[in-house]
């Protein structure tokens, strides 16, 4: 019932910034919780940060804590990731998803997941 899809991502050069947008559709958006994951090339995906429905919850993994931070304009219904002093380890697909349920947190209970954007931080 969820249309996610983001966009914001490309090609940067180490310590650069980026800003990724992710919007949903086909449900209040104020009722989700929202997500971002990454997927590098060879590995698992993985949890990168939340943000709760109001946006005065949010979490982020330890690799990211202080350099990306998560918002959300229900108003506009976009939630986005600010993302500051890349390294290239960053290098992955950016995945948005949104969960209507618990867990959300810890990276669980997404229902509904848009086609990624690749984001490359080059050495």
């Known amino acids: 019932q969820v249309q996610v899809v983001e966009s914001g991502g490309g090609l940067v050069q180490a310590g650069g910034s980026l800003r990724l947008s992710c919007a949903a559709s086909?449900?209040?958006?104020?009722?989700?919780?929202m997500g971002w994951f990454r997927q590098a090339p060879g590995k698992e995906r993985e949890f990168v940060a939340a943000?709760?429905?109001?946006?005065?919850?949010?979490y982020y993994t330890n690799s990211v804590k202080g350099r990306f931070t998560l918002s959300r304009d229900n108003a506009k219904k976009t939630v986005y990731l600010s993302m500051n002093s890349l390294k290239p380890e960053d290098t992955a697909v950016y995945y948005c998803?949104?969960?209507?349920?618990?867990?959300?947190?810890?990276?669980?209970?997404?229902?509904?997941w848009g086609q990624g954007t690749q984001v490359t931080v080059s050495s």
């Open positions: 998803a949104a969960s209507a349920g618990s867990g959300f947190w810890s990276g669980n209970g997404y229902d509904s």
């Open positions: 086909g449900r209040t958006f104020s009722e989700l919780h």
């Open positions: 943000i709760s429905r109001t946006g005065e919850g949010t």
